[in-house]
């Protein structure tokens, strides 16, 4: 019985134990684009020069992949909805005094600033979605503002996709099929039963197939980080605070038991999920950054881009900065501002260009000539494993010193 499997104990009290299992398919390669039309922060505009954040949903579907995805490739890991999506999230300032009442007692679950939280800033909001809770449930549907948001994470990938909700003009609900591709989330939307990719941000199978949506910046690091980087940010509470598609669920959110099987994983690598094809520029559980831009993309191994104070690249036309931040994860900004391809320095946890100091987990310019300016985000998705991004990118490069 693999991981996912024993969420379905997990509802009846047998087993603690959530997230994404494992299935095995060919390779796939996704280009997509990051698009948003939300208001950006009060005080900022984008370094596009215009408000929100630049792009289009029309991603070119990969030439290897033929839609709808055959349902043998599909694995079947768990029953739909035994992963319990949210569907009316609540948020606070913090966990202080959170009680959460089970079976065995009353207990208090902590937020440490330590722990990994999915960043999100859209408009005049700030939410962070702590792994704790997304590794139960997986799929958050919120909105910020008026503007509809799904929150996804796969815990077996450690990717985190954030993308509006609209779906042909009305508003999907999303929630967690139980099946797996390349071992990846795949949800379906209430409306019509369709299923989603994660990481292709599309749905491959039923009436909604080859339907995409809008992809959002987003990010993943530690709650300090984050609340550091973003003071005025909330962040999710989890149910029964939260509601979710089956109504009230109780886990306990202060046991974190991937984190378990991670060191497990670790220890022994032959055992871990994700299959590299033989591939063995990089451990298959290496955290890396992956850029796509035209036909070219490429990996940003997290431990490689450590060594050094920041990265300036040209990805195919693209020229990004790449830089390891506090929190074990990666940024990435697109360098052009107002026409102007700026050079970076560093100088500790702040991006120095073009006369101003960028905030390097925002990318908001905090003074300077270009102050309030935010750097577009060079990456359609937060940093995800190695084996990952390479099954959904089989001909990504791998940047190294």
Not at 297 to 314: I, K, M, S
Request: aromatic residues 8%; contains cysteine; hydrophobic residues 40%.
């Amino acid at each position: 019985m693999d991981r996912r499997a024993f969420l379905a104990l997990a509802a009846t009290g047998g087993v603690s134990l959530a997230g994404c299992g494992i299935s095995a398919v060919g390779d796939i390669r996704a280009t997509a684009s990051s698009t948003s039309e939300a208001t950006p922060a009060a005080g900022t505009t984008e370094s596009g020069g215009q408000s929100g954040i630049e792009g289009d949903s029309r991603r070119p579907i990969p030439q290897n992949v033929s839609l709808p995805v055959p349902k043998s490739d599909l694995r079947k890991s768990v029953a739909k909805d035994a992963i319990p999506a949210i569907t009316d999230p609540a948020f606070a300032s913090d966990w202080d005094n959170l009680e959460i009442e089970l079976d065995s007692g009353t207990y208090r679950p902590q937020l440490g600033v330590d722990d990994l939280v999915v960043g999100v800033e859209l408009g005049r909001n700030a939410r962070a979605y702590p792994l704790r809770v997304l590794s139960w449930h997986e799929v958050v549907n919120d909105r910020f503002g008026g503007l509809p948001v799904v929150v996804t994470y796969c815990p077996l990938c450690q990717s985190g996709m954030v993308a509006r909700r609209g779906v042909d003009g009305t508003t999907a609900t999303f929630g967690v099929s139980g099946y797996l591709w390349h071992e990846n989330l795949v949800m379906y939307d209430s409306a019509t039963g369709s299923l989603w990719s994660q990481l292709l941000a599309t749905a491959i199978r039923g009436s909604e197939t080859g339907t995409q949506l809008e992809l959002l910046p987003s990010t993943v690091t530690t709650w300090g980080e984050w609340r550091d980087a973003v003071p005025e940010t909330t962040v999710l509470l989890p149910p029964p605070r939260s509601d979710t598609v089956v109504g009230e669920v109780r886990f306990n959110y202060g046991f974190d038991l991937y984190d378990q099987w991670a060191k497990v994983w670790d220890a022994y690598p032959d055992t871990a999920p994700g299959d590299t094809g033989g591939d063995t520029r990089l451990r298959a559980r290496a955290l890396v950054l992956g850029i796509r831009e035209g036909d070219v993309a490429r990996a940003y191994p997290e431990t490689q881009v450590g060594w050094v104070p920041l990265v300036e690249d040209v990805v195919e036309d693209l020229p990004v900065v790449v830089a390891s931040v506090p929190g074990y994860t990666l940024v990435a900004y697109d360098r052009r501002v107002g026409g102007t391809t700026l050079k970076f320095e560093r100088d500790g946890n702040v991006l120095v260009g073009g006369g101003s100091r960028w905030n390097i987990q925002t990318g908001v310019a905090e003074d300077g000539p270009f102050e309030g300016v935010r750097l577009r985000r060079a990456n359609e998705y937060a940093p995800m494993l190695w084996f990952a991004w390479l099954a959904f990118n089989p001909e990504t490069e791998v940047w190294s010193p």
